[in-house]
């Protein structure tokens, strides 16, 4: 019955997400592309506390932090009096979010879409929420970005590509469906090769060298807990695909590449540019 109530409590928060906030005054944000869009609608001026996964832009770093998106505590986020707090749609545990909206204090957990047109209605969701105009924004510098990433992806040869979040016991933890890094790889104009099993997996060598990618991506953070990019080349599970023959394979900022907020766009111009020089 309780799993029922925490179930039933977050389809009701999730339902009213782009509603406008009663007050915005105070805003927590509990995840990085949240607090990316704040910042992108110059609305800082009204954040009181981040998660740790907002290191974007650099000063979001020197609010207080409430700790890890999926890991909050009731008394740390209450602690900070905050009126709303935005978040991403893993933000939790369930039943810390319970405690939080039985006081007065305001939850919008924000829908995620790993599309182009996802990261605007974002865009668009927390500027309801926040009071603020977006249109502008999104014609000034959003929509031109998407203009070129489209021009750049309409290729009828899909180069394959494959994501790598890092290593676990050795083997490449890498991004299946339903996946953001699955959906950087869609609207970059990639194909996911491993695409056929659900989120991120330790994937082993022989289904590495079957998937035959033509580029690999990895995460900053999972590159810097393994090695260099030469490293990774000469992995067992990786030396023999055709990106690293190439030497086809990149790193890249993890939140900009996987939050699904405006500089994740950036993030598959980039992509897109390196395997359009593949032959």
Request: glycine content about 8%; hydrophobic content about 40%.
């Amino acid at each position: 019955m309780k799993n029922l109530l925490v179930i039933f409590l977050c389809f009701v928060i999730a339902s009213n997400a782009c509603e406008k906030a009663i007050d915005p005054t105070r805003i927590t944000s509990a995840g990085g592309s949240i607090t990316e869009i704040i910042y992108f609608l110059n609305f800082q001026k009204n954040l009181v506390a981040v998660d740790v996964t907002s290191n974007y832009p650099s000063e979001a770093k020197d609010l207080p932090s409430i700790g890890y998106v999926r890991q909050l505590s009731a008394e740390g986020v209450l602690s900070l009096d905050p009126t709303i707090i935005i978040g991403e749609d893993d933000m939790g545990p369930p039943s810390v979010m319970e405690q939080i909206k039985r006081t007065n204090v305001e939850i919008k957990i924000i829908p995620e879409n790993h599309t182009v047109e996802g990261i605007l209605e974002k865009v668009r969701c927390v500027s309801k929420i926040i009071g603020a105009d977006s249109d502008e924004l999104i014609d000034t510098y959003l929509n031109p970005k998407i203009k070129k990433l489209e021009q750049q992806t309409d290729l009828e040869d899909k180069k394959k590509i494959i994501y790598i979040l890092g290593m676990q016991s050795g083997s490449p933890l890498i991004a299946g469906k339903n996946t953001s890094g699955n959906g950087l790889i869609n609207i970059s104009g990639g194909i996911n090769p491993l695409a056929s099993f659900d989120g991120w997996k330790p994937v082993g060598t022989e289904s590495i060298i079957e998937a035959a990618p033509d580029l690999i991506i990895i995460s900053e953070r999972g590159l810097r807990g393994f090695g260099t990019l030469e490293d990774l080349r000469n992995h067992p599970a990786l030396y023999l695909t055709p990106a690293a023959k190439n030497n086809k394979i990149i790193s890249i900022d993890g939140m900009a590449s996987l939050g699904f907020g405006p500089r994740t766009i950036d993030s598959a111009i980039k992509i897109s540019e390196i395997f359009n020089g593949i032959n």
